[in-house]
């Protein structure tokens, strides 16, 4: 409808000039915009105001020209002067209804727009360590990832959704040596108290509770096995309770055969054991989150050598060599000039020691990338803001110069009732993403973690979001509808079973039919709904511009509340004592499967579920 009515107000500007009551200037943009208010009209015209310079007059009287020249138009009520020379626009309301239709015509398209032109994109996100489990920050990164990727392929990019696994190094290592030493310390006590796996687990896991419990180390002789961990691992280790659970896994795969076995070669297996066995919690919790990912990119894989005896690694710091970007220094070092692309100083590569650093990994792994995608989207926490820079400068060294971005996220407060969850990175102990999924919902949790922008932090109390009322935003986003797919229910004539058998879809053919008249939706909060509806397809396209997933929930909310509005004002099915005209009920219906489809679409690009029952 706006491209409509900046045609009208460019035929106006038109006859106007030609009669004499504009001046000759040239108009490529009548600025359309949504009202705030809604008394202010439907679309409004900044155009008399952005004309003035070029006109020489004031906006006031170059607004009343063009609106003294403004051609009929079915669809538009009225047109109005307001304030400083806006041009307000008042639809009729069968046309303001015509949303309803279109909404539900579209189905599961509704909002596309092509804001990404097709672009192929990559975008990588939560790329945590195969060293333990996701936590409450990783969890942050899944939802906002996923949301994006969701938006970005209904605003028509080509999204590749990648998880970066860090399996090389030194980390790996550590790693697997405290699975060893769990697994040691397992045999240990089942020999020793002549008990099975299960309670040598159970002791082990209780002995690591009373050192955390003792903060001081007041009582070394309450947690013998966890001090010994930490004496023969050097405090070089990790502690949480995964470990022994992975070791206890091992063992009841293999029995005490790893026990008197070549150190190295137990080292060996039980590395990459471990190394799987996390990477497979991890996608369990992604998939059960509703997270998935078109690429698991191993950055061990960066270092392997082909059949030419080089790897990726060799092959981008050759690339860079030979554009001029790389030096040694007199110790060996190799070096990236990073300041010629505006750093504070430049990055080494590889160590005088040989030793290949991060950085070295990222120059690799984001040159590949862009052999697979024409644009890189990072998503990292806010701690990683200073690493952005070189990352940044490599790519446009690799050549491809602002084709790289980095989109940051602020961490997740997590509350019990207001009291904030105690967490100690030091002693291991957490609240891991998948128990967190576990005590709250998958819905109540993706919901929550993208409801605020990523450079916000969250305040995530476990309690309220657990809460199943109207206080809490998913409940009263989806109840509304729930509500709607009961009233659809009501009126088709069936049950929920049969509901479940035929699809909502169906329900509300069957509920609604053929031929309805939607100009007989007058009711201010019938307009509301329908002004609220037509704002999506835009709001799609802002949230892929701005990478600005958390809109999506200000809009559920505002529709339901919306929807919960109409619902009180207008009755939708007639009731003893109330009835209701049957063809001004068949619009209605409309209108209740139009805000139907709308939810179902916005909650789905988040992740969330919208329930036909609640």
């Not at 896994?249 to 990459?272: I, L």
């Not at 020691?353 to 995608?373: C, I, L, M, P």
Request: glycine share 8%.
């Amino acid at each position: 409808m706006p491209e409509s009515i900046e045609e009208l107000v460019k035929q106006a500007i038109a006859a106007a000039q030609a009669a004499g009551n504009l001046p000759e200037f040239e108009v490529e943009d009548c600025g359309m915009e949504r009202p705030a208010d809604s008394s202010n009209g439907d679309w409004t015209s900044t155009v008399a105001m952005r004309s003035a310079r070029l006109a020489h007059m004031a906006p006031a009287k170059i607004a009343q020209a063009i609106v003294d020249a403004m051609p009929q138009d079915p669809a538009i009520a009225k047109v109005e002067v307001a304030g400083p020379g806006f041009i307000n626009f008042y639809l009729n309301a069968a046309t303001n209804n015509e949303v309803f239709d279109s909404v539900r015509k579209a189905g599961g398209d509704w909002g596309k727009c092509n804001v990404g032109d097709g672009l192929k994109m990559n975008y990588e996100f939560i790329s945590a360590n195969p060293t333990g489990p996701l936590h409450v920050g990783h969890g942050r990164w899944a939802a906002l990832g996923d949301s994006m990727c969701n938006v970005f392929e209904h605003a028509n990019f080509q999204v590749d959704r990648e998880y970066y696994i860090n399996d090389h190094g030194s980390q790996m290592d550590v790693f697997g040596g405290s699975v060893v030493m769990r697994y040691l310390q397992l045999c240990q006590v089942m020999r020793e108290q002549g008990v099975g796996s299960q309670e040598a687990m159970e002791a082990l896991l209780a002995d690591r509770e009373r050192y955390v419990e003792d903060e001081g180390d007041e009582h070394p002789e309450q947690h013998p096995f966890m001090d010994g961990f930490n004496e023969a691992l050097g405090g070089n280790s990790y502690g949480g309770d995964y470990i022994i659970e992975i070791a206890r896994e091992f063992f009841d795969a293999d029995g005490d055969k790893w026990v008197d076995a070549d150190e190295q070669e137990r080292a060996d297996e039980f590395r990459e054991r471990a190394y799987q066995a996390m990477l497979g919690r991890i996608k369990s919790t992604c998939d059960e989150v509703r997270c998935p990912f078109d690429v698991w990119f191993s950055e061990r894989s960066l270092y392997a050598k082909d059949e030419s005896g080089t790897s990726q690694v060799d092959r981008a710091f050759a690339k860079l060599e030979a554009m001029g970007h790389l030096y040694k220094t007199d110790d060996g070092a190799l070096w990236f000039r990073s300041t010629t692309f505006g750093d504070d100083k430049d990055r080494v590569l590889i160590k005088s020691n040989g030793e290949y650093t991060y950085f070295a990994s990222d120059v690799a792994y984001h040159w590949n990338k862009f052999q697979r995608d024409d644009y890189s989207i990072d998503l990292w926490g806010a701690d990683h803001h200073g690493y952005i820079a070189r990352v940044t400068n490599v790519c446009d060294a690799l050549g491809y110069p602002g084709q790289f971005e980095v989109d940051l996220g602020q961490f997740v407060n997590l509350l019990r009732d207001g009291e904030p969850v105690r967490m100690s990175k030091r002693r291991g102990t957490m609240v891991t993403f998948q128990e967190l999924i576990d005590e709250v919902g998958v819905d109540a949790t993706r919901y929550t973690l993208v409801s605020k922008s990523s450079n916000q932090t969250i305040d995530f109390d476990i309690e309220a979001v657990k809460q199943k009322t109207n206080a809490n935003p998913v409940f009263y986003v989806q109840y509304a509808h729930a509500r709607i797919c009961s009233i659809l229910r009501k009126a088709a004539g069936v049950s929920e079973d049969e509901a479940r058998e035929l699809g909502m879809n169906e329900v509300a053919r069957r509920a609604i039919g053929e031929g309805y008249d939607l100009s007989l939706l007058t009711d201010p909060t019938e307009a509301a709904l329908a002004r609220k509806i037509s704002e999506f397809p835009e709001l799609i396209a802002s949230c892929a511009r701005d990478r600005a997933p958390f809109r999506i929930t200000h809009f559920c909310e505002e529709l339901a509340s919306c929807y919960h509005g109409f619902y009180a004002n207008c009755q939708v099915l007639p009731s003893e004592g109330r009835p209701v005209d049957a063809e001004l009920s068949r619009a209605r219906l409309v209108a209740c499967d139009a805000v139907r489809v709308n939810l179902e679409v916005a909650l789905g690009l988040i992740g969330v579920s919208a329930p036909d029952v609640m």
